[in-house]
T-cell receptor, first 115, second 116 residues
Framework: AQSVAQPEDQVNVAEGNPLTVKCTYSVSGNPYLFWYVQYPNRGLQFLLKYITGDNLVKGSYGFEAEFNKSQTSFHLKKPSALVSDSALYFCAVSPYSSNTGKLIFGQGTTLQVKP | EPEVTQTPSHQVTQMGQEVILRCVPISNHLYFYWYRQILGQKVEFLVSFYNNEISEKSEIFDDQFSVERPDGSNFTLKIRSTKLEDSAMYFC??????????????FGQGTRLTVV
């Protein structure tokens, strides 16, 4: 079965420190991988995606993610966290080369950045 | 920047009533979707719509659900007879253009449906 796992319900970091939000996936073939962020009472905002090419992808707001095929992981990272980064982060995968909006989501990780 | 818009932002309905959730996808997108997020749970795919027909649906999308693109701009989700367990945030999304079918999905702000 195709799935996405985010092993941490919550990640706590101090402002200015690096952050990592973990994601692993189980999908046959070559997946398309995404990170979305959800602020309270808001919709899902796209952060970044991996389709092909360089394993390190850069996205919005200084976030980046590294695709690791051997570990089937796509961890989200940021070198220096901001309090305003506090939100709910979703990893998602599309197993399709077309219809890439059909997504399988992880359960989400709450990021709490403390001043 | 183009965006997906959803109305209403919050809908309260009595159990057994029909509801229609409305969405205006990004105008040049070709794929349209509905997702559901029950409070505290993950976002779940309901249905995708392409070329004026359902291209894929999940097990959740049973006969109580239907989708329609009535006028070339709106995309609606109808729940015929709502149940308490239909209470959730419903997200509309769109993706894919004629020149690039592999775009990321853009999501609307969501409609919070409360069934009482």
């Amino acid at each position: 079965a195709q799935s996405v796992a985010q092993p941490e319900d919550q990640v706590n970091v101090a402002e200015g420190n690096p952050l990592t939000v973990k994601c692993t996936y189980s999908v046959s073939g070559n997946p398309y991988l995404f990170w979305y962020v959800q602020y309270p009472n808001r919709g899902l905002q796209f952060l970044l995606k991996y389709i092909t090419g360089d394993n390190l992808v850069k996205g919005s707001y200084g976030f980046e993610a590294e695709f690791n095929k051997s570990q089937t992981s796509f961890h989200l990272k940021k070198p220096s966290a901001l309090v305003s980064d506090s939100a709910l982060y979703f990893c998602a995968v599309s197993p399709y080369s077309s219809n890439t909006g059909k997504l399988i989501f992880g359960q989400g990780t709450t990021l709490q950045v403390k001043p | 920047e183009p965006e997906v818009t959803q109305t209403p932002s919050h809908q309260v309905t009595q159990m057994g009533q029909e509801v229609i959730l409305r969405c205006v996808p990004i105008s040049n997108h070709l794929y349209f979707y509905w997702y559901r997020q029950i409070l505290g749970q993950k976002v779940e795919f309901l249905v995708s719509f392409y070329n004026n027909e359902i291209s894929e649906k999940s097990e959740i999308f049973d006969d109580q659900f239907s989708v329609e693109r009535p006028d070339g701009s709106n995309f609606t989700l109808k729940i015929r007879s709502t149940k308490l367990e239909d209470s959730a945030m419903y997200f509309c999304a769109s993706s894919g253009t004629g020149s690039n079918m592999n775009t990321e999905a853009f999501f609307g702000q969501g409609t919070r449906l409360t069934v009482v």
